[in-house]
């Protein structure tokens, strides 16, 4: 591990128009309300969480319908409260005083995905997409501190806070370097770290992740069937103009699933990045109609547009997305592994898993998310990239490639 010690803090004065600096401000406000929210809900009377991964379940999603901040930004918002309260509780162990934390001071903690720190400027994530700072640097370039860690190859940028200065009336941005060679160590040992996030995909439920979350698949599926009965009746009438109103109606269709795919592949990524996975894994889409008999055309089309949208938006964000050939993930028992066709008792509804060994009883896209997730962790494995941690998310932890699950794989 490598110790603070190595880490290099620079501060850079930035410079900027009028919409940037606002829009910075802004940012400023949205980032302490998600900060000092994630502290109330810690600060419980009788016992304080310090969990990332347990406040991350109690505030995420409150914060993100409440707040324009990019995913990104909550997760650091959520972090920096954490390590408050944490401060908090080690400063009692320690028979020291602390209060309930308070954000005021105006800043934002920035980590590599959300700054990109250039030669002469930055770029920062905002509740509106990025804004361009310029740096405002010392006219003697030799000797300063942007010269020995900023600009120099030996040290990597990790992060930066943005500050704002109420006395200079200005904006610092406070960049976090650290040595090139000891990040080797720690960035391929975390590069080598594989956290897999599988997908199922279906038709009541378009997709299903490996930590339990479900996008219906039931807009699509109504929008489908009127649709076609638009169509058949249009059809029926045989004129010309029933010709072009049928096109209008598939483009106008095809606007919205495009739009709800979108929204999809989104979540799907920031559920990755939530659970900090390294990878997200689906299944090989060849065949799936056979697989799903009630699927039609417009679902493959529409799992063939969420893998790439997912693949696509995963990449600009440093994940892998893979696929798998989905042999028995859904005939699989992701508990114990016994795998059989009658697991999934077709009498009782679609929905329902119950291993036949185990009695393990669970939903079955869910079950099959994890068997999606596992199943690359083992090709992995036979291909020699053993020796590696690995695991795949669950909702309340992580399973390993054994099966092995660990409640606490977050906690910190
Ligand atoms: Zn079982």
Redesign the pocket.
């Known amino acids: 591990m490598v110790g603070e010690s190595s880490t290099r803090t620079v501060p850079v004065k930035l410079e900027m128009g009028e919409s940037a600096a606002d829009r910075l401000h802004q940012t400023i406000d949205h980032f302490l309300d998600a900060a000092n929210h994630v502290v109330d809900v810690a600060w419980d009377p009788d016992w304080k969480i310090t969990s990332k991964q347990k406040l991350h379940d109690q505030t995420y999603y409150d914060v993100r319908d409440d707040s324009p901040l990019p995913a990104n930004l909550v997760q650091s918002a959520r972090n920096r409260a954490a390590e408050a309260v944490k401060g908090c509780v080690e400063r009692w162990r320690g028979g020291k005083k602390a209060s309930k934390p308070h954000f005021t001071s105006r800043f934002v903690s920035y980590d590599a995905r959300t700054v990109t720190v250039n030669d002469d400027h930055a770029t920062l994530a905002t509740i509106d997409g990025r804004v361009i700072a310029e740096f405002v640097l010392p006219d003697e370039s030799r000797d300063t501190p942007h010269a020995a860690y900023l600009f120099n190859d030996d040290y990597e940028v990790k992060g930066a806070t943005l500050h704002y200065d109420e006395v200079e009336v200005c904006f610092y941005l406070h960049v976090r370097t650290k040595p090139a060679v000891e990040n080797d160590d720690t960035e391929e040992g975390d590069a080598k770290y594989v956290s897999v996030l599988g997908v199922d995909l279906g038709i009541t439920n378009i997709a299903t992740t490996s930590t339990g979350r479900f996008w219906s698949g039931g807009e699509l599926n109504h929008w489908h069937r009127e649709y076609e009965d638009r169509r058949g009746s249009l059809q029926q009438t045989g004129t010309r103009w029933a010709h072009v109103n049928v096109q209008r109606v598939g483009r106008k269709q095809t606007g919205r699933f495009e739009q709800m795919l979108h929204t999809i592949s989104n979540e799907l990524v920031e559920e990755a990045l939530e659970n900090e996975c390294t990878h997200i894994v689906f299944e090989q889409l060849t065949g799936i109609r056979d697989r799903l008999p009630h699927a039609k055309a417009v679902h493959k089309w529409a799992f063939d547009r969420l893998v790439e949208y997912v693949t696509y938006k995963a990449e600009s964000e440093g994940l892998v997305v893979k696929q798998i050939n989905p042999a028995y993930t859904s005939q699989r028992?992701?508990?114990?592994?016994?795998t059989h066709e009658n697991?999934r008792p077709h009498n009782n509804g679609q929905d329902e898993f119950e291993?036949?060994?185990?009695?393990?009883d669970v939903h079955a896209d869910y079950n099959a998310a994890k068997n999606i997730g596992l199943k690359y962790l083992r090709d992995q494995q036979k291909s020699g990239r053993g020796g590696a941690p690995v695991g795949v998310r669950l909702n309340s932890g992580m399973m390993n490639v054994n099966g092995e699950y660990s409640p606490t794989a977050l906690s910190g």
């Open positions: 028992c992701s508990k114990c592994g016994f697991n291993c036949l060994k185990c009695g393990y």
